[in-house]
């Protein structure tokens, strides 16, 4: 290049510099953002803690600050970030956060957290701030990781606060600070929630049915004071570990496996996706270590096929009722959360500690039947979701969308089937047609705890905590993004344009948490009770192969042959739990 050239190109760069760093600096903060914009709107104790402006492709958040979500979103477009402290008690406080985007579809999104985690959920905010909405989470009203609740000892107001009052306030608050930022009233509501999340919103809608005008539930742990005493149940069969029933973690995925070869056929397909357990009743006898030609190395005696079989089972009271349902055939990979430590898992002992009974001395080995109806009579913090007359939240036109992964390992699916014909019994008169007006239950055959797949299982629709399994800047389903595969955007479609929501289509890639990597398997999500049938002819791994068979008032159609085609299923492909960031779920 010769020597004018170069100048000509200096030249070109020296002219253009201020105008591209002008660009940047034109971008306008809103005037708005900034506290004096909120304080005229906030009850009293409720004080506007931070107020940012982020600029679009920057990130935000609390960084290792926040206990239970210190990844921050990436690449967010232009909004506001605003922090609120809510001091409502003297002995307790809460914040929430939100995301005010500049380009604004007039709508809120509020999320859920996880397990008793305190931390104001801005992963999954990121997510929704990219379809428009007006975020929101709190932070529960404390400041800890899933799993730790000393917090709650001897403390009723911050049980109260993770229980039901933090959601609830930052809902009623968060409206009039968005709507006193934009100037203009919210058009929509909307709640997004998984686990505790799920709990959250069934909590919600039924003390405050005009909170949410759509409403999506995940795996809810909704009945706290049975679930989580079930928690200590279920890991007091599998202890302590030098008992002979003991089964070693190391052990599970062999099951896993041995389940898959046992139950996978009875939905019709062999794929390595178990879609119907509760069609299957696991043999372990052919793992018996007695038995001759048994791999010495994965197998199991007597008293430790014992201990699968009380894990499955329900939890019944002495007078035979239910307590809580057990886990389903195929969750097996994931039985380490609940069956694989030395002590029960903390979600049930620090339950008993911390919330049920404010004892720190207390020890698993403490656990007897008494503490399931001792939970329910006191619960504490009123935690527990377990009002099923929904007809409050369906007659001012409310839609919810629930589903449960059916390889749950940490909550037992069957506990979703269990709100949802309590809700059917109490609001529909029994009719599930009349239910699913309003209220829809969907299954995931083969994904776990909220997200993530050990099967090669379409997982992925949109639902909360799947964008952050895919990246710090994702959302909606890459490649996908329309409401026939983001529950999301369906739910909206249902809401806004009355589009009942007959089935999402759930989506998975060769690496199942890498959306760069070909998309492996599309299959459609079906309203509870109807399932997934393939045609027998296409595709097996194209969602429009499948059809949702199976009427709400007849029940599934039960397959008549078995083992219609393999599909080359290989186990070499599975990840152990897919790569779900499960202690930010949790
Ligand atoms: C939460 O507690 C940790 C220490 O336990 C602290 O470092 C962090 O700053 C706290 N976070 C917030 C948001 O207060
Ligand atoms: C404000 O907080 C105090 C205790 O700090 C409490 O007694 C009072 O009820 C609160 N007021 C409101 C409106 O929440
Ligand atoms: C479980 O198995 C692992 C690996 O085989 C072993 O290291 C560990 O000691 C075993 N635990 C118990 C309690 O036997
Ligand atoms: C026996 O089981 C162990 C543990 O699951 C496994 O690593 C090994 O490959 C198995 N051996 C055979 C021959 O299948
Ligand atoms: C249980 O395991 C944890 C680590 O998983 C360890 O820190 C703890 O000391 C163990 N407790 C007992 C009683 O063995
Ligand atoms: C059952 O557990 C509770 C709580 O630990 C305890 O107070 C009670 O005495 C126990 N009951 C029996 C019969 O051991
Ligand atoms: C159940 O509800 C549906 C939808 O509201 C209605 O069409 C149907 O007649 C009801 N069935 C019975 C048996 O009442
Ligand atoms: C997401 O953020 C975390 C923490 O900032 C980082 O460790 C991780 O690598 C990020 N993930 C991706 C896919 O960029
Ligand atoms: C409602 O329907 C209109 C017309 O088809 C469409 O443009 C709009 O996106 C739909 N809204 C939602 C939330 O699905
Ligand atoms: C995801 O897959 C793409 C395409 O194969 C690859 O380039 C990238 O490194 C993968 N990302 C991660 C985090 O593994």
Known sequence: ?????????????????????????????????????????????????????????????EGLRNLNYPIQPTN???L????????????????????????????????????????????????????????????????????????????????????????????????????????????????????????????????????????????AAWYTSHLNTWVSKVGTYNLPLTAPNHIN???????????????????????GIISAPDACTPDYTVMACNRPGVNQSACLTAAQIATTAKAYGDYRAADGALLYPGLSPG?????????????????????????????????????????P????????????????????????????IMYHGLADGLLPAKGSDLYWERVVAATGGGNATATQQFFRYFTVPGMGHCGGTAVDAPWNFAAPFQAGTLGNDSWSVP????????????????????????????????????????????????????TARWDGEGEVNAAESWRCEGHASTGPEVPKSVAAKSVGYSWATAGALGSMALSAVL
């Not at 903060?29 to 982020?54: R, Y």
């Not at 909307?190 to 995940?218: A, N």
């Not at 052990?251 to 397909?269: S, T, Y």
């Not at 913090?381 to 009002?387: E, K, L, P, S, V």
């Open 1 to 61: 290049m010769s020597r004018k050239a170069w100048a000509t190109r200096l030249l070109l760069w020296v002219a253009l510099v201020p105008i591209l760093v002008t660009a940047v600096g034109r971008r306008d903060v809103p005037p708005a953002c900034n506290d004096h914009s909120f304080v005229n709107v906030l009850p009293p104790n409720v004080s506007v803690e931070k107020v940012v402006f982020v600029e679009s492709g920057n990130t935000y958040g």
């Open 76 to 78: 967010l477009p232009d």
């Open 80 to 219: 506001c970030a605003v922090t609120i402290f809510v001091k409502f008690s003297s002995a307790s406080a809460y914040r929430f956060g939100l995301f005010l985007p500049v380009d604004w579809n007039n709508r809120i999104l509020t999320y859920g957290n996880g397990g008793f985690g305190g931390g104001i959920n801005w992963l999954d905010m990121g997510a929704g701030v990219k379809y428009g909405f007006a975020a929101i989470s709190t932070d529960t009203g404390h400041n800890s990781t899933s799993g730790d609740i000393s917090w709650a000892l001897n403390n009723p107001e911050t049980k109260t606060d993770w229980g039901w009052r933090s959601i609830h306030g930052s809902v009623e608050i968060g409206k009039k600070v968005v709507e006193a930022y934009y100037k203009k009233k919210i058009d929509y509501s909307y709640y997004s929630g998984c686990s505790t999340g799920g709990r959250q919103g069934l909590k919600e809608v039924q003390i405050s049915p005009e909170s949410f005008d759509g409403v999506l539930v995940g795996s």
């Open 249 to 271: 973690a190391s052990l599970f995925p062999a099951m896993a496996k041995e389940v898959v070869r046992q139950c996978d056929r009875l939905d019709g397909v062999e794929d």
């Open 331 to 371: 969750c097996e990979d994931q039985w380490a959360l609940v069956l694989g430590q030395n002590m029960t898992s903390l979600y049930g002992l620090n339950y008993a500690r911390y919330f049920l009974y404010d004892d720190p001395g207390w020890q698993w080995q403490d656990y007897n039947d008494s503490a």
């Open 373 to 400: 109806a001792y939970a329910a009579r006191t619960d504490p913090g009123r935690a527990t979701a377990d009002d099923y007359d929904l007809a409050p939240f369906r007659d001012r036109g409310g839609k919810m």
């Open 479 to 530: 490649g996908y993004r329309d409401a026939r595969h983001d529950v999301l955007l369906a739910l909206m479609g249902w809401v806004e344009n009355g589009t009942a929501v007959d089935a999402v289509v759930a989506t998975t890639w060769d690496a199942s948490a890498n959306a760069s990597t070909p998309v492996r398997r599309q299959r459609p999500l079906c309203p509870y009770p109807a």
